[in-house]
């Protein structure tokens, strides 16, 4: 299974080490639509945690390390 590109968006703005607030205010959602969508990119990474999703990415090269 695969990430949208809403999803591989929300993901790399975690990268980013963005709150949920500001994540939703980016995307235009709500934090509880960010907190949905966070579980699944989880789930479909087959992590438990937000770092172990984010490792898990960088991993398969779906976000890349670049300075803020």
Known sequence: ??????QERVLGLLARDMPVREIAA???????????????????LGVRTNVGAVVEALRRGMVQMTEQ
């Not at 299974?1 to 809403?6: D, T, V």
Request: aromatic share 12%; net charge negative; proline share 0%.
């Open 26 to 44: 980016e995307v235009g959602y709500s934090r509880v639509w960010v907190y949905h969508e966070v579980q699944v990119i989880r789930e479909t």
């Open 1 to 6: 299974m695969r990430l949208s590109e809403l």
